[in-house]
């Protein structure tokens, strides 16, 4: 079968940013060891309790062997917690993304909707709140969406180079930098360069076309063994799995340093360069799963596409033979879109400088600045009418007149730059550490809808939809939009702890708050929709206090209970700010009067840590207050759908972890997780002239499975290496009515590597021990689905028949897929 890429060769490869600016204050750059790295985290856990003398000769609850094959670490804090460390990542396809990394996690739910990692879509959630409600850090930056509070999977650094994920279920962190956090956390710590020169070089080759290369070099010890950096490069290259054409390349580049400046004084130094394009999977209804299985790819008929836009004849009207309805079965040229039409873009960089220093033993100082800029988005099949433009009719099709409607390439883009800085004190002071943290960002975001022609070929001419000149525009030169929106944020925050240690460190006490204000103006600039065609702004203000509080307390060595509360907010997107011009009249309407998202989160637990065995068991309690939802209004269809509050849910449950130790080289690791998240209210909708109420009250959330569980089995001895995983997701309900659900489903995943003895090339040249990783997913090649998001932010089915009823759309589950990996030293 033969398979295309995207069109022509894509610019991109290592570019690394020469502007420095700031970073949040949540976790410092990681250092080389787990527990370095757990140190920086923004939920970072104190010393642990030290046995007295009497007790010496029970079993200290640490242990250095890798508990569970790397999936679990001996956590002492107050809040729940999981920790992946780098032994497990490295039994993984390097291709992995951030998903894939903690799908094991208690409270996890994680599907990448691709066999390779490599494209757009899936999703993550933890504990019924999707990923546009959790905290997402790298190396302590803020990487969620500056709008929707979303965040990329595949964007954020090579797996190779990250040493631990740090997973909070728990609520909101002090001194976590983030708007939306309500939902835990997702800490990622990339590894800190070694002090020996060596370079690392990893070809992976797979299923559906799967080709990546990797290359990382460390420059070992500079300036007196004060100074050590690695930079690194990666090139990957995979076909959409369920069509014949299609695929998506990516180029990825990073680079560390780490400068010790003796005394306990360091400066750390990351980047990261990302860049990607290419196709994307097609999400799918019900009835089209059944009706075509996994051949539900996007069109890739050329002749039938192209034939949709009638040969232009001047003076009549003429339209596309079009409708796109996405839920139509069986399938046509109008309603399935061309796969050249349907794709990714993303260009994202990212700066961090960290500096930790130490004026005394009992005071410690870190300041974090950071430079993000991301540029993407996905472009689609759009049907365009010439009279469309409320500023002036546009001939697109050459034919003299503006009475057509014509199928043309559309951009839904957004850019943001966000400059922002951390500040963080700690002072002990006997047995109580003080904690004081300032941060402070900038953000500017610049949203648009572009268009551009569609060649005879089935190619636009400019890919990135960069330059005005290959858009469409008006004879006056105007690109013409569909949207065109600039968004500033400005954001304090304040934060203050208390973090007390006594009876020997048997007792550990928190005590935090911080205070934020979030300063947003909204500019809707004139664009070509009929909601948006004039000039306003909305300016908001969003200011919170959000205590929180917590305890850990050792019964014994081996044995520890806790328990925390905290609170958070997710800001309404910028969205809720679209689309105020009435169609009628002309007039601009008022900003809805819509309230930040926030919550109450408890959790309560026990911890055993034994040196051959770890569990730890939570139950957790969260009201989530003020749901925002997106519904359009039936009896106006010229009326922009509304953004509202929708109420709360009540989500609570109980999680499971348990590890070992190697025991003659395995080692298990289970995981398993109940949540019941149930809507605290009938949801009104206008029906039949009057209001209804939709039976939504004690139903379960949207895509929160009442049952999640791993189970691992990890084999390490001599060369040998390999895990044997197994995942099971319950049924997840796809309206809020819960008249439609995605099945349950359980995965079977395979790793096996071996690594060869050392092989000298030449003089002074070795391969260090070579490696050779085979993986296969999804062994069993089980069908299954996974619940989608709407189009925008907070956008739910609120049922699949009766009153409010659209067709939810599913993403297909993984196939089975394998890939060999070979990776070596020199």
Same mark, same amino acid.
């Given at each position: ?16 940013? &020469? ?31 030290? *046995? ?41 396809? @390097? ?11 208690? #409270? ?129 290259? +995979?076909? %959409? ?43 799918? &209804? ?19 596409? $192209? ?22 079965? =069986? ?14 873009? #993303?260009?994202? /960089? ?74 963080? $004190? ?12 300032? /941060? ?9 809808? *572009? ?47 208390? &973090? ?25 600039? =004139? ?22 509080? #917590? ?82 209004? =039936? ?26 130790? =190697? /025991? ?7 995981? +398993? &997780? ?9 949801? @009104? ?107 925008? @932010? ?23 897929? %394998? ?8």
């Amino acid at each position: 079968m033969s398979r295309s890429y995207p069109h022509g060769l894509i610019r991109g490869g290592l570019m690394l940013m &020469t502007a420095l600016s700031p970073i949040p204050f949540a976790s410092a750059i990681a250092a080389p060891d787990d527990q370095a790295a757990l140190r920086a985290s923004p939920h970072r856990e104190k010393a642990a309790f030290r *046995p007295s003398s009497a007790e010496e000769r029970l079993e200290v609850r640490a242990t250095r062997k890798p508990v569970g094959g790397g999936l679990m670490t001996g956590h002492t804090g107050t809040t729940a917690q999981s920790t992946v460390t780098k032994e497990a990542f490295d039994l993984l396809r @390097p291709s992995a993304n951030a998903a894939t990394l903690v799908e094991t996690v208690p #409270g996890v739910i994680a599907t990448t909707g691709d066999p390779t990692g490599l494209f757009d879509g899936g999703s993550i959630s933890i504990r019924g709140f999707d990923r546009n409600l959790i905290g997402f850090t790298v190396d302590g930056v803020p990487m969620n969406d500056a709008s929707t509070y979303d965040f990329v999977l595949t964007a954020n650094n090579d797996s190779e180079n990250y040493c631990n994920v740090v997973v909070t279920q728990a609520g909101s962190d002090p001194l976590s930098p983030q708007r939306g956090e309500i939902g835990g956390s997702m800490a990622y710590h990339t590894c800190a360069p070694t002090k020996a020169r060596k370079a690392f070089i990893e070809q992976t080759g797979g299923s559906y076309d799967l080709v990546r290369t990797f290359a990382r070099y460390n420059t070992g010890a500079m300036l007196d063994g004060r100074l050590t950096n690695y930079i690194s490069f990666s090139r990957s290259t +995979a076909s %959409v799995y369920n069509q014949d054409k299609g695929g998506i390349l990516k180029y990825h580049g990073d680079l560390r340093s780490h400068l010790d400046l003796g005394a306990g004084n360091t400066i750390d130094l990351m980047a990261f360069r990302d860049y990607k394009y290419g196709g994307k999977n097609r999400n799918v &209804t019900l009835a089209q799963y059944r009706a075509y299985g996994y051949d539900n790819g996007y069109g890739t008929d050329l002749d039938s596409f $192209l034939g949709l836009n009638p040969t232009p004849v001047a003076g009549t009207a003429q339209t596309a033979v079009y409708a796109n309805t996405g839920a139509a079965v =069986p399938y046509t040229a109008h309603n399935l879109p061309y796969y050249g039409m349907m794709n990714t873009v #993303g260009d994202r /960089w990212l700066i961090t400088l960290a500096g930790h220093f130490a004026p005394t033993p009992h005071t410690r100082l870190t300041v974090q600045p950071y430079y993000h800029h991301q540029y993407g988005g996905s472009t689609a099949e759009t049907l365009l009418k010439e009279a469309s433009s409320l500023h002036r009719a546009v001939d697109l099709n050459g034919d003299g007149d503006t009475k057509d409607a014509v199928v043309v390439n559309s951009f839904s883009q957004s850019a943001f730059d966000r400059i922002g800085n951390l500040l963080r $004190l700690e002072q002990d002071i006997g047995p109580v550490t003080i904690e004081g943290g300032y /941060w402070f960002e900038r953000l500017f975001q610049h949203q648009s809808n *572009p268009f551009q022609s569609i060649n005879e070929d089935g190619t636009v001419d400019d890919i990135l939809f960069s330059s005005a000149a290959n858009l469409l525009q008006e004879a006056t030169g105007r690109v013409l939009q569909n949207r065109l929106w600039k968004t500033d944020m400005t954001t304090h925050q304040l934060s203050v702890g208390a &973090t007390g240690r006594f009876f020997h460190d048997r007792l550990l006490v928190t005590l935090g708050t911080r205070w934020q204000q979030n300063a947003r103006r909204f500019e809707n600039l =004139p664009s070509d929709q009929a909601q948006s065609y004039k000039w306003y702004a909305v300016e908001r203000d969003f200011t919170r206090m959000m205590p929180s509080a #917590g305890a850990r307390y050792f019964i014994t060595p081996n044995h520890q209970v806790f328990a925390s509360i905290s609170t958070g907010q997710r800001l309404p997107p910028n969205f809720v700010d679209q689309q105020l011009v009435d169609k009628k009249t002309g007039a601009i309407g008022a900003a809805p009067d819509i309230s930040a998202e926030t919550s109450v989160s408890m959790d309560w637990g026990y911890r055993f840590q034994h040196k051959w065995f770890n569990m730890q068991v939570t139950g957790f309690d969260i009201e989530f207050y003020n749901r925002i939802g997106l519904f359009a209004n =039936p009896f106006d269809p010229l009326a922009a759908a509304t953004y509202a509050n929708l109420g709360g849910t009540h989500n609570r449950g109980a999680e499971l972890e348990i590890g070992t130790t =190697p /025991w003659r080289g395995f080692s298990f690791y289970g995981s +398993a &997780t109940y949540t019941s998240a149930k809507m605290a209210a009938d949801i @009104p909708y206008p029906s039949g002239g009057t209001t209804v109420y939709l039976p939504t009250k004690g139903k379960q959330f949207y895509n929160t499975p009442p049952w999640i569980g791993v189970a691992q089995m990890t084999y390490r001895n001599g060369p040998v290496s390999g895990s044997l995983r197994v995942r099971y997701v319950g049924r997840s309900d796809t309206t809020l009515t819960n008249d439609q659900s995605a099945a349950p489903y359980a995965t079977v995943d395979l790793s096996v590597g071996y690594r060869f003895p050392t092989v000298t090339l030449a003089e002074g040249i070795a391969m260090s021990a070579p490696k050779l990783l085979i993986n296969v997913t999804n062994i069993f090649n089980k069908g299954y689905l996974t619940p989608t998001g709407g189009v925008n @932010p907070n956008s739910y089915n609120l049922a699949a028949s009766g009153p409010g009823a659209s067709t939810p759309t599913y993403t297909l589950g993984s196939p089975r897929a %394998v890939s060999a990996t070979f990776s070596a030293e020199f």
